[in-house]
């Protein structure tokens, strides 16, 4: 029997958290760094309407994401958190990515045990659903959220999440840090 639940985001958690700027900067014609980004919305970082974007990605989703590569040191930590404990992708993507993202943590070698498309980026309800333990996130509105709902988060590092944490968030700039705290709480949950 498995440890711990642990659900993990896809996009900017286990992949680089800027690897749409390049992308949108050329379609755009904008001329941003990472340091620019201090919102987690796309959209209000370029400066442009909701609806444009939404226009602009629902055409090149696929792109978009194929650009895509898994932080050096997720896919090692992920695998070695697999052996011992469930690993749940809960992510924001649409129903409609579920088959090019299946692919994508396949390609990557990525072991997990289901894959939750939720389609909005609410996922306190999923969270609770699948008994998680641990969440692992990027955006900090959903980082808070999950928090408050009680559950233990860790906030992976981004120029647009550098905001107040609470008592139950924890801030990391490595996915080798992620695996060392996760790899203590089994230990910590048996001597209380």
Known sequence: MKSLNICIDIDGTITDSYYWLEFCNEHFKTHLTEDDVTAHSMHE?????????????????????????????????????????????????????????????????????????????????????????????????NAIQLSASGYMVILIDACYNRKPLNSNITRVYSWTEVDEIISRLPEQNKAM
């Open 45 to 141: 970082v370029l400066g442009v309407k909701e609806e444009e974007f939404l226009r602009f990605y629902e055409r090149n989703k696929l792109k978009f994401h194929s650009n895509q590569k898994v932080r050096d040191d997720a896919g090692p930590a992920i695998r070695n958190l697999s052996l011992s404990h469930n690993i749940y992708f809960v992510t924001a993507r649409e129903e409609g990515l579920t088959m090019f993202t299946h692919a994508f943590l396949r390609k990557n070698d990525i072991p997990y045990n289901h894959l939750y498309m939720l389609g909005t980026p609410n996922k306190v309800q999923k969270a609770q659903d699948v008994e998680c333990d641990v969440f692992i996130e990027d955006n900090y509105d």
